[in-house]
């Protein structure tokens, strides 16, 4: 089978490489040139736009920026849906809103082409080590038909349900992640600030009913070693609160936690901290101590 992917940038890169190393014929895009010709050296074709890649692939995956970028790519002037063989699958790795991959698959259908929308989690480490957990979401036979591929990228596959599911999932795993972040970073800086030892209170709350993933995650390698390179970087904490909220905005909830959890990340944003890990918010609590 042959697989087109574009976007090889952290998460794409590491994807793509698996991909070629599970033996399948790869064609790539990026528009990093750099980037590609990294690949060309690798074994895989190169191509000069989404429409060549699609083209020359039965699967067309995309690991992408932003929705927007994701819609462009597949939809637009020498996107993916002018070159994709009429039996073709695009299979999206980006988190982006549930209502542009639900877009995309409407348009794509009329090619009769298949959309899955499969967003990862395990950050740049489990996307090297294929170890991503992967939510997909899509016609159920369309999913079972990829999960090959899917395997050669992640460890753990869920099906979530019909196209949009993946994206829906992944957005309120991460709206979770961002706001355990910053209730980690606050209670923290709380305890430090009454005079508690820092190792005392991760000793004690990780095993207590206080714990999370973000403090597991996040203390002993991040916020004690005070290392705050991603990891999972604030920039991208922040788009994909912004993914929830506007989720919620057309379904008419309040998202209270999750506007004022994004207010947070954008005081990181306006310290200069856009680059660094989620864990970075801590040092905008403790410029308050
Ligand atoms: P990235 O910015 O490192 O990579 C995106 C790549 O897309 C870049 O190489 C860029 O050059 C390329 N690109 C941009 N516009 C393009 C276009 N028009 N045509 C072709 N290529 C284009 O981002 P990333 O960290 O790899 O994230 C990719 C997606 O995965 C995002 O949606 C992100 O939210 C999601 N994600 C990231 C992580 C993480 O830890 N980095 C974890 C889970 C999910």
């Given at each position: 089978?042959k697989i087109?992917?574009?976007?090889?940038?952290?998460?794409?890169?590491?994807?793509?490489?698996?991909?070629?190393?599970?033996?399948y014929?790869?064609?790539?895009?990026?528009?990093?040139e750099?980037?590609?010709?990294?690949?060309?050296?690798?074994g895989?074709?190169?191509c000069?736009?989404?429409?060549?890649?699609?083209?020359?692939?039965?699967?067309?995956?995309t690991?992408l920026p932003?929705?927007?970028?994701?819609?462009?790519?597949?939809?637009?002037?020498?996107?993916?849906l002018?070159?994709?063989?009429?039996?073709?699958?695009i299979?999206?790795?980006?988190?982006?809103?549930?209502?542009?991959?639900?877009?995309?698959?409407k348009?794509?259908?009329k090619s009769?082409?298949?959309?899955?929308?499969?967003?990862?989690?395990?950050?740049s480490?489990?996307?090297?080590n294929?170890?991503?957990?992967?939510?997909?979401g899509?016609?159920?036979?369309?999913?079972?038909?990829v999960s090959?591929?899917?395997?050669?990228?992640?460890?753990?596959?869920?099906?979530?349900?019909?196209v949009?599911?993946?994206?829906?999932?992944?957005?309120v795993?991460n709206l979770?992640?961002?706001?355990?972040?910053?209730?980690?970073?606050?209670?923290l800086?709380?305890?430090?600030?009454a005079?508690m030892?820092?190792?005392?209170?991760?000793?004690?709350?990780?095993?207590s009913?206080g714990?999370?993933?973000?403090l597991?995650?996040?203390?002993e390698?991040?916020?004690?070693?005070?290392?705050?390179?991603?990891?999972?970087?604030?920039?991208?904490?922040?788009?994909?609160?912004?993914?929830?909220?506007?989720?919620?905005?057309?379904?008419?909830i309040?998202?209270v936690?999750g506007?004022l959890?994004?207010?947070l990340?954008?005081?990181?944003?306006?310290e200069g901290?856009?680059k660094?890990?989620?864990?970075?918010l801590?040092?905008?609590?403790?410029?308050?101590?």
């Amino acid at each position: 089978m042959k697989i087109g992917f574009i976007g090889l940038g952290v998460m794409g890169k590491n994807m793509a490489e698996n991909i070629l190393e599970n033996g399948y014929e790869l064609n790539v895009y990026d528009v990093v040139e750099e980037l590609v010709e990294q690949f060309a050296r690798k074994g895989a074709s190169v191509c000069k736009s989404p429409s060549e890649v699609a083209s020359k692939s039965d699967v067309i995956m995309t690991s992408l920026p932003n929705s927007q970028i994701v819609k462009n790519v597949i939809l637009g002037k020498n996107g993916v849906l002018q070159g994709a063989k009429s039996d073709a699958i695009i299979i999206d790795l980006s988190s982006i809103t549930p209502k542009t991959i639900q877009y995309i698959a409407k348009e794509a259908e009329k090619s009769g082409v298949e959309v899955v929308d499969a967003p990862v989690s395990g950050g740049s480490i489990g996307a090297k080590n294929g170890t991503l957990t992967i939510m997909a979401g899509g016609k159920k036979e369309v999913v079972d038909s990829v999960s090959d591929i899917l395997k050669s990228i992640g460890k753990t596959i869920y099906y979530v349900g019909s196209v949009g599911s993946g994206d829906t999932v992944k957005l309120v795993n991460n709206l979770l992640l961002g706001a355990n972040m910053a209730a980690v970073s606050e209670a923290l800086v709380l305890g430090i600030k009454a005079g508690m030892d820092p190792d005392i209170l991760f000793q004690v709350i990780s095993k207590s009913s206080g714990n999370s993933y973000a403090l597991t995650s996040k203390y002993e390698k991040f916020i004690k070693e005070r290392n705050f390179n991603p990891g999972f970087m604030v920039d991208l904490q922040y788009k994909d609160l912004q993914l929830a909220i506007d989720t919620a905005k057309d379904l008419k909830i309040p998202l209270v936690i999750g506007n004022l959890t994004q207010q947070l990340y954008e005081m990181a944003r306006s310290e200069g901290m856009g680059k660094e890990d989620i864990s970075a918010l801590v040092k905008v609590y403790e410029k308050w101590l």
